[in-house]
């Protein structure tokens, strides 16, 4: 089906990025923004904008108000992003129950895939390695009882969400707390997702987080475009990716990459996601963590080293269309790396600083991209998550990469607000991150 026009139900850098690629084919936009938004980057480069509610983030869950903006701005399509609704089966329910074609995979992939213990026991089904663990625990002696098997250290998580709530790491020297620390797990969890549901693995010291990207269309077509290493993480966030994965050998990446296309496969998945597996760097073994049925913030990466649009795939699936390359034909070329530049100030515990930019002044020059909704005069709302920026930088490989990188950090000022900028240059100096041969500890060092 043709698409001429959509609505893009988020915000910030990633409604801008959607409406970007859009513009370039010939699709008009309609951004859903709320009151805090409305002066927006995006809004500004929309075709047109709508109000969709007060500042809060509930304005930018409630599926009624958009379904209905949607309908009222005669879009045939609805693009979600990431984060918010983008992985809510409720939402691309209620696309299709509209008649409205929802840019992203169909509601039974998010169900399947949304909640880890049914995405673990899919896992296994199609001889994914998955990390030992338990099923649903519904109590202390639960835990207890998988300790005894799997022994310290482990892992709880909640069964339907992510992002490190309802998420505790226990060694031996925390084992008379188990209690206490299951309980505040699933609390954080029921307040979280509003289901306090957990489930243990064993945890994994000394790990890499590899994921990959892939793409699958209605004719049964699924491909990976790569992994990404996502490990320089802070209490479980993001802050720095890179595509390729450094430091991997050839076979390890193979196998891999055929683990996350098995896994797509066999559930039919439609339109772009991306799995997610651990690495034990000392047994040189992967597990699969779980699967995004969504764009990722750190999907430029891939872009950056495949020239692949993949908002551009994601559209041309969603409208019925075949994914127009075979695997073949994807190669990856040089090294990228990404910074998510936060306002905050990572030298107070990382400290939001909402504020006003008095100055912004974003790097250029060869190998370089900055996707932002910022500029002079900017007012970094209180109300959503402190993302102001990513920037990348594209290499002949992963040293010129990161050196690019340094000196775009260096030139990036945003001032009236701090940013994280100062601390990344601090991590990518480290000869942990020089080398490649980093964990998801590496920020717990620095």
Request: glycine share 8%; charged share 25%.
């Amino acid at each position: 089906m043709s698409i001429s026009r959509i609505l893009v139900a988020n915000r910030g850098e990633i409604a801008v990025r959607v409406i970007r690629t859009c513009r370039v084919l010939g699709i008009e936009t309609v951004l859903a923004a709320s009151e805090a938004d409305k002066d927006s980057l995006g809004a500004r480069l929309a075709d047109q904008t709508v109000i969709i509610g007060p500042p809060p983030v509930s304005t930018y869950l409630n599926i009624p108000n958009i379904i209905k903006a949607v309908k009222e701005s005669g879009a045939q399509a609805l693009h979600p992003g990431y984060g918010f609704l983008s992985e809510k089966p409720e939402l691309a329910r209620a696309c299709a129950d509209s008649g409205i074609i929802f840019i992203g995979p169909k509601a039974e992939h998010s169900e399947k895939m949304g909640n880890k213990l049914a995405a673990r026991k899919l896992a296994v089904e199609c001889g994914v390695p998955i990390l030992s663990g338990s099923e649903k625990v519904g109590s202390y002696e639960d835990v207890r009882r998988v300790v005894d098997d799997i022994g310290y250290p482990i892992i709880i998580k909640a069964a339907a969400g992510g992002g490190g709530r309802g998420m505790k790491i226990i060694n031996e020297s925390d084992k008379d707390g188990l209690k206490r620390i299951f309980e505040e797990a699933a609390a954080e969890a029921t307040a979280a997702f509003g289901d306090g549901t957990l489930y243990v693995e064993k945890y994994i010291a000394n790990a890499r987080h590899i994921e990959v990207q892939v793409l699958g269309d209605k004719f049964g077509n699924a491909i990976h475009l790569g992994e990404r290493d996502c490990s320089t993480q802070r209490r479980h966030q993001k802050l720095i990716e890179e595509a390729a994965a450094p430091d991997l050998s050839d076979s390890l990446r193979t196998q891999i990459h055929d683990a996350a296309i098995k896994l797509v496969k066999n559930i039919s998945y439609e339109n772009a996601g991306t799995v997610e597996f651990v690495f034990d760097r000392d047994e040189l073994k992967f597990y699969f963590l779980e699967m995004n049925t969504r764009l990722q913030v750190e999907h430029p990466v891939t872009e950056m080293v495949t020239g692949v649009d993949l908002v551009r795939e994601q559209i041309n699936i969603a409208g019925g269309g075949k994914i127009p390359f075979a695997q073949s034909d994807i190669r990856t070329t040089g090294h990228s790396i990404e910074c998510r530049i936060n306002a905050e100030n990572p030298f107070e515990d990382f400290r939001p600083t909402p504020g006003v930019i008095t100055n912004w002044e974003i790097p250029q020059g060869p190998g370089i991209r900055v996707d932002t909704h910022c500029k002079t005069g900017y007012q970094v709302p209180i109300f959503y998550d402190s993302l102001i920026a990513k920037i990348l930088a594209y290499g002949d490989d992963r040293e010129h990469a990161r050196r690019r990188m340094v000196c775009a950090l260096g030139e990036f000022r945003a001032d009236g607000i701090s940013t994280t900028a100062p601390f990344l240059i601090k991590v990518l100096e480290t000869p942990e991150f020089s080398s490649g041969r980093f964990t998801t500890k590496i920020l717990e060092r620095v």
